[in-house]
């Protein structure tokens, strides 16, 4: 029987770039929850740090808030026979590394090591331990460089498999804002902003959690494909948890664990993000599973023994539907493997969906995986389950509304009615304000405190503060508001005593406090300029502060210095504002 497109290979190839061989060293990059039954990992672990016996082994607890990993990671291979004397728990942490990163004895362990092994967390704080102030190599980095170019093992899980590429992710907010607020600038702000790494893997960007549904990795695929495009090289390693990847001096990528590599490639990708977020075209990717390997050097991808060309004919199923939560657990790889390549369809199609709990107003995107010219797909029945290989499938993600339509089609229908029409399409898009039942947006109406408290939790996505959870009279528990409201008025950004009364007009006052809230919790920056305002004199003294502040920084206006306090405010300078957060509208 004939393979499902072309001759029966053991090379496939996907998008291969040159790359020269690595290092003297081997790294090991682990995709998160990393788990003591998973053997191939761990052994491969302590036969490339020299064995059991002559391992000496230091563990970087830096990412993680506590020591509770390097512990368990600590216990875990003493199990498996490494000498307890043989590891080292490196004492740089989260609280010390700014005096300890540059520190000889607490460098020590380091430069004793056969292999380095950073615990999962937060891979900002490794990359704030691995570099000084000015940018220069700590001795830290310098210590890790020296394991690897003396042929030892550099690796890690999760955010430590993450810092060992050139440049790496970082893991806030959820996986759908890089594609409705683009690639970040700096690190915490909504859209994934791309970092430096510890510069050992130069072959692309490691990525990691790709199959997990969690608050901060749940697709993860589609902010890769964001963030690719532009970089060079243009290609993206995602590892599925408790799955690995062995890259060994030549260049040769080996694949060890239960799930899955995608190797992502934005090389020949376009993409457009304004109004009505992103649009990728053309973005390729593969997706190896255990024993699978792949080149560096030449994009060659090679079956693991034992798989065989999924026939034409022979898949095992007949057609596929519509996926509509691409978000889910395993969503992405249900969608190649079981979509196309074990599948007579030759596309599959998925939603990303997100939802504004005041009216229900849902968006999204639309995934398209598709087989390429060069598709290719083989199989092997182990452990009870069947894995996979699979290359040259295509990506394409494009905006959608709510009837999974071009968002165009749906924008407010009285939005030229607007001083500021793209900031409304930009701002209606993404549900951060919504229009009526009627499709219009009203954007010289004023805008109510519960559509004030709606828009600010809506862009930025915060948790309430629990000690300063407010009482209200007037907003039930069941209200769809109520803990959007929560977050705003514990965090500071409304006031309220008592009472919310949420369809009063927002006055600016109130717009000072959340303004200055937005801008500083979005854009990760404090305000510091000043207005002098005459008639600010009276009022609490935090909203006379922001008033000051915003007026100085111009994100509101004052005519000779009065600031009208009482001023209400409309929907449609609330839409501008949120539009110039996003990039999307400039200062008038």
Same mark, same amino acid.
């Given at each position: 029987?004939?393979?499902?497109?072309?001759?029966?290979?053991?090379?496939? %190839?996907?998008?291969?770039?040159?790359?020269?061989?690595?290092?003297?060293?081997?790294?090991?990059?682990?995709?998160?929850?990393?788990?003591?039954?998973?053997?191939?990992?761990?052994?491969?672990?302590?036969?490339?740090?020299?064995?059991?016996?002559?391992?000496?082994?230091?563990?970087?607890?830096?990412?993680?808030?506590?020591?509770?990993?390097?512990?368990?990671?600590?216990?875990?291979?003493?199990?498996?026979?490494?000498?307890?004397?043989?590891?080292?728990?490196?004492?740089?942490?989260?609280?010390?590394?700014?005096?300890?990163?540059?520190?000889?004895?607490?460098?020590?362990?380091?430069?004793?090591?056969?292999?380095?092994?950073?615990?999962? =967390?937060?891979?900002?704080?490794?990359?704030?331990?691995?570099?000084?102030?000015? =940018?220069?190599?700590?001795?830290?980095?310098?210590?890790?460089?020296?394991?690897?170019?003396?042929?030892?093992?550099?690796?890690?899980?999760?955010?430590?498999?993450?810092?060992?590429?050139?440049?790496?992710?970082?893991?806030?907010?959820?996986?759908?804002?890089?594609?409705?607020?683009?690639?970040?600038?700096?690190?915490?702000?909504?859209?994934?902003?791309?970092?430096?790494?510890?510069?050992?893997?130069?072959?692309?960007? %490691?990525?990691?959690?790709?199959?997990?549904?969690?608050?901060?990795?749940?697709?993860?695929?589609?902010?890769?494909?964001?963030?690719?495009? =532009?970089?060079?090289?243009?290609?993206?390693?995602?590892?599925?948890?408790?799955?690995?990847?062995?890259?060994?001096?030549?260049?040769?990528?080996?694949?060890?664990?239960?799930?899955?590599?995608?190797?992502?490639?934005?090389?020949?990708?376009?993409?457009?993000?304004?109004?009505?977020?992103?649009?990728?075209?053309?973005?390729?990717?593969?997706?190896?599973?255990?024993?699978?390997?792949?080149?560096?050097?030449?994009?060659?991808?090679?079956?693991?023994?034992?798989?065989?060309?999924?026939?034409?004919?022979?898949?095992?199923?007949?057609?596929?539907?519509?996926?509509?939560?691409?978000?889910?657990?395993?969503?992405?790889?249900?969608?190649?493997?079981?979509?196309?390549?074990?599948?007579?369809?030759?596309?599959?199609?998925?939603?990303?969906?997100?939802?504004?709990?005041?009216?229900?107003?849902?968006?999204?995107?639309?995934?398209?995986?598709?087989?390429?010219?060069?598709?290719?797909?083989?199989?092997?029945?182990?452990?009870?389950?069947?894995?996979?290989?699979?290359?040259?499938?295509?990506?394409?993600?494009?905006?959608?509304?709510?009837?999974?339509?071009?968002?165009?089609?749906?924008?407010?229908?009285?939005?030229?009615?607007?001083?500021?029409?793209?900031?409304?399409?930009?701002?209606?898009?993404?549900?951060?304000?919504?229009?009526?039942?009627?499709?219009?947006?009203?954007?010289?109406?004023?805008?109510?405190?519960?559509?004030?408290?709606?828009?600010?939790?809506?862009?930025?996505?915060?948790?309430?503060?629990?000690?300063?959870?407010?009482?209200?009279?007037?907003?039930?528990?069941?209200?769809?508001?109520?803990?959007?409201?929560?977050?705003?008025?514990?965090?500071?950004?409304?006031?309220?005593?008592?009472?919310?009364?949420?369809?009063?007009?927002?006055?600016?006052?109130?717009?000072?406090?959340?303004?200055?809230?937005?801008?500083?919790?979005?854009?990760?920056?404090?305000?510091?300029?000043?207005?002098?305002?005459?008639?600010?004199?009276?009022?609490?003294?935090?909203?006379?502060?922001?008033?000051?502040?915003?007026?100085?920084?111009?994100?509101?206006?004052?005519?000779?210095?009065?600031?009208?306090?009482?001023?209400?405010?409309?929907?449609?300078?609330?839409?501008?504002?949120?539009?110039?957060?996003?990039?999307?509208?400039?200062?008038?």
């Amino acid at each position: 029987m004939q393979p499902k497109r072309g001759a029966l290979v053991a090379a496939l %190839i996907l998008c291969g770039f040159s790359a020269p061989a690595l290092a003297d060293g081997n790294l090991l990059a682990v995709g998160g929850m990393l788990r003591a039954s998973n053997s191939a990992v761990y052994e491969k672990l302590i036969e490339l740090a020299g064995g059991a016996d002559q391992a000496r082994i230091a563990i970087m607890p830096t990412a993680s808030g506590s020591l509770s990993s390097s512990k368990r990671f600590q216990g875990e291979l003493q199990a498996l026979g490494v000498p307890a004397a043989h590891i080292s728990i490196v004492g740089i942490d989260k609280q010390n590394y700014q005096t300890s990163m540059n520190d000889p004895a607490a460098v020590k362990p380091l430069t004793e090591a056969t292999a380095v092994w950073f615990v999962g =967390g937060d891979q900002a704080r490794i990359a704030r331990a691995l570099y000084n102030a000015d =940018g220069s190599e700590s001795l830290t980095l310098k210590a890790v460089r020296q394991v690897f170019a003396k042929g030892g093992v550099v690796a890690g899980s999760s955010a430590g498999a993450s810092i060992l590429g050139a440049t790496m992710p970082t893991a806030y907010g959820v996986v759908m804002d890089t594609l409705d607020f683009g690639v970040a600038q700096q690190a915490d702000q909504r859209g994934t902003a791309l970092l430096k790494g510890a510069g050992l893997f130069k072959a692309g960007i %490691i990525d990691q959690h790709f199959d997990q549904i969690e608050e901060t990795s749940s697709g993860r695929a589609a902010r890769m494909a964001s963030y690719l495009v =532009g970089q060079q090289p243009a290609k993206g390693f995602g590892l599925d948890t408790n799955t690995a990847i062995w890259i060994k001096p030549d260049g040769q990528l080996e694949v060890l664990g239960e799930g899955y590599l995608t190797v992502m490639d934005a090389s020949q990708a376009s993409k457009d993000f304004g109004v009505y977020g992103t649009r990728l075209q053309n973005v390729r990717l593969a997706m190896l599973g255990h024993g699978d390997r792949y080149d560096l050097n030449s994009g060659e991808v090679q079956p693991a023994e034992g798989k065989e060309a999924i026939a034409a004919g022979n898949e095992y199923l007949v057609g596929n539907q519509l996926l509509t939560d691409l978000s889910a657990v395993s969503a992405m790889s249900r969608a190649v493997l079981y979509g196309l390549a074990d599948n007579t369809a030759t596309r599959q199609v998925g939603l990303m969906t997100r939802y504004n709990p005041a009216n229900g107003y849902h968006y999204g995107y639309r995934f398209e995986f598709s087989e390429t010219e060069g598709f290719r797909a083989h199989s092997r029945f182990q452990d009870s389950l069947t894995n996979y290989t699979v290359s040259g499938v295509r990506l394409d993600i494009t905006p959608v509304d709510a009837a999974l339509r071009d968002p165009a089609r749906s924008t407010p229908q009285d939005v030229g009615s607007s001083r500021w029409p793209q900031a409304v399409r930009a701002v209606t898009f993404r549900g951060l304000m919504t229009s009526d039942a009627s499709n219009r947006f009203e954007p010289k109406r004023a805008l109510t405190r519960f559509e004030l408290a709606n828009a600010l939790q809506m862009t930025l996505a915060a948790e309430p503060a629990l000690d300063k959870l407010p009482k209200l009279v007037d907003v039930p528990a069941e209200h769809p508001l109520r803990e959007q409201i929560e977050v705003v008025l514990s965090n500071g950004w409304l006031q309220a005593d008592g009472r919310f009364e949420g369809e009063r007009a927002v006055t600016r006052q109130d717009w000072a406090l959340a303004c200055k809230a937005l801008v500083e919790g979005f854009a990760k920056t404090s305000l510091v300029q000043r207005a002098e305002l005459q008639d600010v004199q009276g009022l609490d003294p935090a909203v006379a502060e922001a008033a000051a502040l915003t007026v100085g920084a111009g994100w509101l206006s004052a005519e000779q210095g009065r600031f009208e306090p009482e001023r209400v405010v409309s929907r449609e300078e609330v839409a501008y504002s949120l539009a110039r957060l996003l990039g999307l509208a400039k200062p008038s």
